[in-house]
């Protein structure tokens, strides 16, 4: 049997790891797709957001902090990648300025949830490459995915699928950052 290098722990005893660190800007930015949006919705469905979200939370606060996983030692990032998460950024505060602009001019406010979800996701694209981590071409283009059927079902059918769709994307960026932390779980 091949030994994987790298070093076991739990990634609580791992805080400056940014593949630690990292995961609660994901985290936080994920709650607040839900807590923003599932208002929004109606009936039951706000409640039943709560619910998996604290359902999709503890997953992620498991999977991520508690249970021993392998850290490998992290590459070293590029000279511009600072730059391109800047850029990200930028682009991502653009496309939503201009997404919710576009949505306004036809009338369909409630549904900015899912354009935001698509700009979130586009700009994690770019990160992929320049942190070395695939992770985020996941969660881009689940992210996106998900704001473009937002969008799709806001203009056809409900303006509230735009809310549902940012729920659903917080829901998703958790278990998909909770899955990728499991992932690397140290089997004893």
């Given at each position: 049997?091949?030994?994987?290098?790298?070093?076991?722990?739990?990634?609580?005893?791992?805080?400056?790891?940014?593949?630690?660190?990292?995961?609660?800007?994901?985290a936080v930015g994920a709650t607040v797709f839900v807590f923003v949006n599932r208002g929004l919705?109606?009936?039951?469905?706000?409640?039943?957001?709560?619910?998996?979200?604290?359902?999709a939370l503890t997953a992620y606060v498991w999977a991520v902090f508690v249970v021993p996983r392998?850290?490998?030692?992290?590459?070293?990032?590029?000279?511009?990648?600072?730059?391109?998460?800047?850029?990200?950024?930028?682009?991502?505060?653009?496309?939503?300025?201009?997404?919710?602009?576009?949505?306004?001019?036809?009338?369909?406010?409630?549904?900015?949830?899912?354009?935001?979800?698509?700009?979130?996701?586009?700009?994690?694209?770019?990160?992929?490459?320049?942190?070395?981590?695939?992770?985020?071409?996941?969660?881009?283009?689940?992210?996106?995915?998900?704001?473009?059927?937002?969008?799709?079902?806001?203009?056809?059918?409900?303006?509230?699928?735009?809310?549902?769709?940012?729920?659903?994307?917080?829901?998703?960026?958790?278990?998909?950052?909770?899955?990728?932390?499991?992932?690397?779980?140290?089997?004893?």
């Amino acid at each position: 049997m091949t030994e994987v290098a790298g070093t076991v722990s739990r990634g609580g005893a791992r805080m400056h790891d940014p593949r630690v660190w990292g995961t609660t800007i994901g985290a936080v930015g994920a709650t607040v797709f839900v807590f923003v949006n599932r208002g929004l919705l109606d009936g039951g469905w706000p409640t039943a957001a709560l619910a998996a979200w604290v359902l999709a939370l503890t997953a992620y606060v498991w999977a991520v902090f508690v249970v021993p996983r392998r850290f490998t030692p992290p590459e070293q990032v590029g000279p511009l990648a600072g730059l391109v998460y800047l850029a990200g950024i930028a682009f991502m505060l653009l496309g939503i300025f201009l997404g919710r602009k576009l949505l306004g001019a036809q009338g369909l406010e409630g549904a900015e949830g899912a354009v935001i979800a698509f700009f979130v996701g586009a700009h994690f694209l770019p990160y992929a490459r320049a942190f070395h981590a695939p992770l985020f071409i996941t969660i881009g283009a689940t992210l996106m995915t998900i704001g473009a059927v937002g969008l799709l079902l806001a203009a056809v059918w409900t303006v509230t699928a735009g809310a549902a769709a940012a729920v659903i994307a917080g829901l998703a960026m958790l278990g998909i950052i909770a899955l990728d932390a499991w992932r690397t779980r140290h089997a004893r």
